[in-house]
C-alpha cells in the first residue's frame, strides 16, 4: 500500500478499514495501540466493552472504549482487532486530517493489551501481532519509505509494505541486520547509535540505559516523531559551528541560515547513513523563511524511563529505507529475535545538488563519511580515516628501504666498534677478543599491534535478558516540538512473556532473505 500522504512532512498517513468503513490513520512505529475517533462513537460495526481509558502521547491524549472489529490493512484481514474507539482526543494527529493512530510496535508495548490482560483475556493483541498470526502466509515484518515533500527533485515515493519490500529497494534484503536492543524480548524499536558523523568530524555518543554498551547510544526508531530528540551536546555539535545559527530557547530548536548545508551521518552496526541536508535544516513552521534544526536538544532519558537516549524520527528515517522484522518463527511457534535493516537512499553529493537547487547554496562534490570505530556481537570493526590510510600506504611502501639504511647504520656502528676494540687490544696487548654469542639478541623493534592504538575497549553488544513484558502507555507520536512526560507504567502478563501465536505459525515463511 502507499503512503498516501505527508503534511509538510510532520506526519505520514495511510488507510485501514475497520467494521467496514476506513479511516485515514498516522503510522507510528513508536507505539503499540490503535485508535480512531470517528464521527460517533461507538463505532459502526464494533463491539464496545466496558474498559475505558485515557491513552496519554508524547503530545496529546485519546480517550475511549476498548472495542473490536474486523480489520483491514495492506490488503491482509483480521477477524477480530481491539482498539481504542475514541469519544474526546486532543492530539495533533487529528489536526492533520487523520482519524487517528495505528502504533505499529510491539503488542509488549501495548495499553490496550494491558487493559484486557487484567481481565485474563488475550484478546487486546496489537494489530500487528493479530495480521501475523492470523495469516501465517505473510512474512511477520513491514517494510516502508517515507517521501521528501520539501524536495522538488525528490524520487522516493512514500510506501508502506507488510511481508514484502518494494522492488526497487530489494538491496535492503543483503544488508547486515542490526539488532534491537535488548536483544530478546524487546518492547521497543531500540538500537545501538556507535557515533554521529558531522563533516569529517565524529561525535561520539554515550548512554545511561541499564546495561548498554560503552559509547553506545540506544535509540528509538519513531516514524510518529517528525524531528530527532538528542542530547545537548550532540545537536551543540552539529549546529554550533554554523555561522549565523544559534539555540533559540524560546523555541526550544536551534535556528540556522536556510543556506547552511549539514552534511550529517548516522552509524549504526558499523554502518553509515547519510541524512539529506534538506531534512538537517528544514523551513520553520511558523516562518517559511527562516530554518530549524531538526534536531532537536532535549534530555530525554527519565522521559523513557531509562529505556533509550534518543528519539530518532522521520528526518532520518526519509534517508532510508526500513525493514522492522519481528523475528522469525520456529517450528514450534516460538518468535525469534526481531531486528531491522536499513538501507540508504541519500547520495551525499546528488543530496548536496537537491540541496542548492532548493536553498541557492552552491553544491559540494566528493562527501565522504568515515566510519567510527566500532564493537558488535563481539568482534572490532576498525575503519581508518584516508590520511591514516594514506600514512600506512606510505609506511608500506617505504618500510624495506627504511630497515635497509637502518641495517646499513648497524652494520656501520658495529664496524667502528669491532676497530675500536682491536685498536685497544692491540695497545694493551695479551687482552682476547670478546666471544660472539651463539644466539644472536633480535634487534629490530615489535611494533604494538594497529588495533592497541587505534582502538579503545568496547564491550560487545548486550545481548539482554529473557524479562517479562512491561506495559507503557506512552507514544513518542511527536508532531511539534515540546515533550510532556508520559503516563506511568503498567506491569504483567499472564503468560510470563513468552512469544507465541500458536500452531498456526509453524509454516510461516522466513523474513527477509
Request: charged share 15%.
Amino acid at each position: 500500500m502507499s503512503v498516501d500522504s505527508t503534511v509538510n512532512d510532520m506526519i505520514y498517513i495511510a488507510n485501514i478499514t475497520l467494521g467496514g468503513t476506513e479511516y485515514r490513520v498516522q503510522l507510528d512505529t513508536g507505539s503499540s495501540d490503535l485508535w480512531i475517533k470517528g464521527p460517533s462513537s461507538p463505532l459502526p460495526n464494533a463491539e464496545q466493552s466496558s474498559i475505558t481509558y485515557n491513552l496519554t502521547y508524547g503530545i496529546g491524549w485519546a480517550y475511549g472504549h476498548v472495542s473490536y472489529a474486523t480489520a483491514e490493512f495492506a490488503g491482509i484481514n483480521v477477524t477480530k482487532q481491539a482498539f481504542l474507539d475514541v469519544a474526546s482526543a486532543q492530539n495533533p494527529a487529528l489536526t492533520y486530517g487523520t482519524s487517528g493512530i495505528l502504533g505499529l510496535g510491539f503488542t509488549s508495548l501495548s495499553t490496550i493489551d494491558a487493559l484486557v490482560n487484567q481481565t485474563s483475556q488475550a484478546t487486546g493483541r496489537s494489530l500487528l501481532y493479530n495480521l501475523f498470526a492470523d495469516n501465517p502466509s505473510e512474512p511477520n515484518y513491514i517494510a516502508f519509505s517515507l517521501q521528501r515533500s520539501n524536495d522538488p527533485e525528490a524520487e522516493v515515493e512514500g510506501t508502506f509494505l507488510v511481508g514484502e519490500t518494494d522492488p526497487q529497494y530489494a538491496a535492503v534484503n543483503d544488508t547486515t541486520p542490526i539488532p534491537t536492543f535488548p536483544l530478546v524480548n524487546p518492547n521497543r524499536w531500540n538500537i545501538l547509535l556507535d557515533a554521529v558523523i558531522v563533516g569529517s568530524t565524529v561525535v561520539p555518543v554515550t548512554s545511561v540505559v541499564p546495561n548498554a554498551p560503552t559509547n553506545k547510544a540506544v535509540v528509538l526508531l519513531d516514524s510518529g516523531t517528525s524531528y530527532s530528540y538528542a542530547p545537548s551536546d550532540v545537536c551543540q555539535a552539529i549546529y554550533g559551528n554554523i555561522p549565523g545559527a544559534a539555540y533559540d530557547s524560546a523555541l526550544g530548536q536551534w535556528s540556522v541560515p536556510c543556506n547552511a548545508e549539514i552534511d550529517v551521518a548516522l552509524q549504526f552496526n558499523g554502518q553509515v547513513f547519510p541524512l539529506h541536508p534538506l531534512d538537517v535544516v528544514p523551513t520553520s513552521l511558523t516562518d517559511t523563511k527562516s530554518c530549524v534544526g531538526s534536531f532537536v536538544p532535549q534530555d530525554i532519558s527519565n522521559v523513557g524511563a531509562g529505556n533509550f537516549d534518543w528519539i530518532v524520527g522521520d528526518n532520518f528515517l526519509r534517508s532510508v529505507y526500513s525493514v522492522y522484522d519481528f523475528g522469525d518463527f520456529d517450528s514450534s511457534g516460538n518468535m525469534g529475535n526481531p531486528y531491522i535493516k536499513l538501507l540508504p537512499l541519500v547520495d551525499p553529493n546528488e543530496a548536496s545538488a537537491d540541496f542548492a537547487s532548493v536553498r541557492g547554496s552552491v553544491a559540494r562534490d566528493n562527501i565522504t563519511y568515515n566510519a567510527a570505530n566500532s564493537t558488535g556481537s563481539g568482534r572490532t570493526t576498525v575503519s581508518l580515516s584516508d590520511d591514516i590510510t594514506d600514512t600506512l600506504n606510505k609506511v608500506s611502501i617505504y618500510f624495506p628501504a627504511l630497515i635497509a639504511v637502518m641495517a646499513f647504520n648497524g652494520f656501520v656502528v658495529l664496524l667502528l666498534a669491532g676497530i675500536a676494540i682491536f685498536w685497544l687490544c692491540r695497545r694493551q696487548g695479551g687482552m682476547s677478543l670478546p666471544r660472539t654469542r651463539r644466539t644472536k639478541g633480535r634487534t629490530t623493534p615489535m611494533p604494538l599491534p594497529l588495533e592497541s592504538i587505534l582502538v579503545n575497549g568496547r564491550d560487545s553488544v548486550h545481548s539482554g535478558g529473557s524479562p517479562r513484558h512491561q506495559y507503557e502507555p506512552v507514544s513518542m507520536a511527536l508532531t511539534d516540538d515540546t515533550f510532556v512526560p508520559p503516563s506511568p507504567a503498567f506491569h504483567g502478563y499472564s503468560d510470563g512473556g513468552t512469544l507465541k501465536a500458536g500452531r498456526q505459525l509453524i509454516d510461516r515463511p522466513k523474513s527477509v532473505a
